[in-house]
DNA sequence: GCCGTTTTCGGCCCGACTGTTTTCAGTCG
């Protein structure tokens, strides 16, 4: 039976190949249906189940076409359609159009004039110099393409880790309740909650691993089986993620977990600190030598990481602070701050809404924030420049404005909706909405979203303005990378950081998951530059405010302490913190 | 092909940028 993702990337791929053709609106009437599907946590086949074609017209962007086309994908796992569009241009979409720049018009042409079907050709056509003399395309066309396959090609196989958390959870979830598994932990860079991961740790701790180990080459998910042993498998998913699972004896719980969990070099940092002790440490646990004995030891810790850590002379080191960056020497002294909890936020400062981009209404968003515990928001649809969102101009803010003077009081004070924007900030570091209207919001933010290629002085100097507005509270993803698709603008964050603390201008953590920006390391110069830190999930959809966790996780990576947050505040200390 | 506190038919997010062109197609957000 085909998953939500599976359907939707169909749809996705019609969307594209109507493109190509040029045919009028079908094109987005798909694209809408492919977004509507995966917006939704239940899977098709069971709302199909439930109530049948009635049911999925029901989901947005759905109709009757659709609807029927999503039964026959559930019902044979193929769509007629589809396969007849693929017929005409059998190439890879999903890579192809991963490439900056290029889009189903382009692939269109390169399939016809020059049957280049994937990456691979595209990149061979280059070489041979084929693309520049294609209408439409040149020099300059070709070096933009092959620098986007080389982006293409350093990201590897890795994947987003918030979009493949959900995956993950289920998997775990499930192993869990499997009778005999005693301990479980998820290891590896997911446990680090770095941005991206290669593949998927798990360890167990069973006594009787056979069944748990047929278990877990069975799932749903796999699509092949690596391998199959007692105490080790390993599979690729479906999604193309390797995952591994590992059964380890209890005592040594701890120290495999420490071992798998990494990062290598702070477990390098570890075990030579193990061996100044006259100590070992292995993923089997923390050993002395026995005297007299030749080459005999004995386990002094490991069925729990924070008994390594003591017995080793330090603090318990949280796992997303694991990258031998000065951790360690902290732990010495005892000196480690204190992190910002993931139930530390009080409120959310980017939320899009149905006023421009975003699937639900401010209150549809309110009561979703309300009830994932948080106590504010702040609605920051985008302003006129970004005019496919239907940017909001001075008079529909204005509007805005008194819709949410409404809504507050309909809360009655069990919640509240803070009047911001996603202000956009133009090629010259102006802005495109009025200071008079700017200064009327509870908090305002701003942010690049067009100009990318500007020269790197340039670039800082537009971001630099921004900030030198008094209206201009927040920096929304000061950085602009879209990660495995799109690197960063050329920028001087150093400088950005500067004239942030000068200006007093908070720096967001975009919290979306192929966004995570200001990424760790920046966010960490900025904390340590004293500049104060925004949190948001840049939700687009109730869904989205789940994503959170993943800024609070990049944050933690920055070493942030609740104080260095402001939306860990209650809102009305929340906005002392502002500049305005 | 979808959708309706402007409509069950007639609309659909649209302006800027890039690189190709000599006035514009394709892509992006």
Not at 244 to 262: E, H, I, M, Q
Not at 310 to 324: F, K, T
Not at 415 to 428: G, M, P, R, T, Y
Not at 429 to 453: P, Q, T, W, Y
Request: aromatic fraction near 6%.
């Amino acid at each position: 039976m085909l998953e939500n993702f599976e359907i939707a990337k169909i749809l996705r791929e019609i969307s594209e190949y109507l493109e190509m053709q040029s045919v009028p609106f079908k094109p987005q009437a798909y694209s809408r249906a492919a977004s509507g599907i995966e917006e939704i946590d239940t899977p098709l086949a069971d709302i199909y189940k439930s109530g049948g074609l009635k049911a999925l017209e029901n989901i947005p962007g759905i109709g009757v076409s659709i609807a029927e086309k999503i039964e026959e994908l559930l019902k044979t796992g193929h769509s007629q359609y589809y396969e007849e569009l693929k017929k005409q241009t059998p190439v890879d979409l999903s890579s192809l159009t991963s490439v900056e720049g290029i889009g189903p018009k382009s692939i269109k042409k390169l399939y016809e004039k020059l049957n280049i079907r994937n990456l691979a050709d595209l990149e061979e056509a280059i070489r041979e110099g084929k693309i520049r003399k294609l209408s439409g395309f040149g020099v300059k066309s070709e070096e933009n393409i092959l620098k986007s396959i080389e982006f293409l090609k350093q990201g590897g196989q890795r994947f987003v880790l918030g979009f493949v958390y959900p995956q993950i959870e289920v998997i775990v979830g499930r192993l869990k309740k499997i009778k005999g598994v005693e301990k479980i932990s998820v290891a590896g860079s997911s446990r680090r909650m770095k941005e991206t991961i290669g593949d998927l740790d798990i360890l167990i701790v069973s006594e009787n691993s056979g069944p748990v180990m047929d278990f877990f080459v069975t799932m749903p998910e796999v699509r092949q089986v690596l391998a199959h042993g007692e105490t080790k498998s390993m599979v690729r998913l479906k999604n193309g993620m390797d995952a591994d699972l590992r059964v380890v004896p209890k005592k040594s719980f701890g120290a495999a977990l420490n071992y798998f969990t990494g990062s290598k070099e702070h477990n390098v940092a570890l075990r030579e600190i193990a061996i100044k002790k006259g100590h070992k440490l292995n993923e089997y646990g923390l050993f002395k030598k026995i005297p007299n004995a030749n080459e005999n030891w004995t386990q002094m810790a490991g069925e729990t990481e924070e008994e390594i850590y003591q017995a080793l002379g330090m603090d318990y080191i949280e796992p997303e602070m694991r990258e031998n960056l000065g951790e360690i020497e902290l732990a010495k002294k005892h000196q480690l701050p204190k992190l910002i909890g993931y139930g530390d936020l009080k409120g959310d400062l980017q939320i899009q809404t149905n006023w421009t981009d975003g699937a639900h209404s401010i209150e549809e968003m309110a009561l979703a924030a309300q009830k994932i515990g948080l106590e504010y928001i702040a609605i920051t649809d985008h302003t006129k420049s970004l005019a496919m969102t239907g940017g909001a101009d001075e008079k529909k803010l204005l509007r805005q404005m008194a819709e949410i003077d409404k809504l507050n009081k309909k809360f009655d004070g069990q919640f509240k909706i803070l009047k911001s924007a996603e202000v956009n900030i133009l090629k010259d570091g102006s802005l495109d909405i009025n200071d008079k209207v700017l200064a009327k919001l509870d908090i305002a933010a701003a942010a690049v979203h067009s100009n990318f290629n500007m020269p790197r002085e340039k670039m800082t100097k537009r971001i630099c303005r921004a900030m030198e507005n008094p209206n201009i509270d927040l920096i929304f993803h000061p950085t602009g990378r879209v990660l495995l698709k799109r690197p960063a603008y050329e920028l001087d964050i150093d400088e950005v950081i500067r004239v942030a603390k000068k200006t007093g201008t908070c720096l967001e953590i975009d919290a979306f998951p192929d966004r995570l920006d200001l990424k760790d390391i920046y966010a960490k110069k900025a904390i340590g530059a004293g500049v104060k830190l925004a949190i948001d999930s840049d939700a687009h959809s109730v869904n989205h405010l789940q994503y959170l966790r993943f800024g609070i996780a990049q944050a933690r990576r920055a070493w942030a302490a609740k104080k260095d947050i402001i939306n860990s505040y209650s809102w009305p200390e929340m906005l002392k913190l502002l500049k305005r």
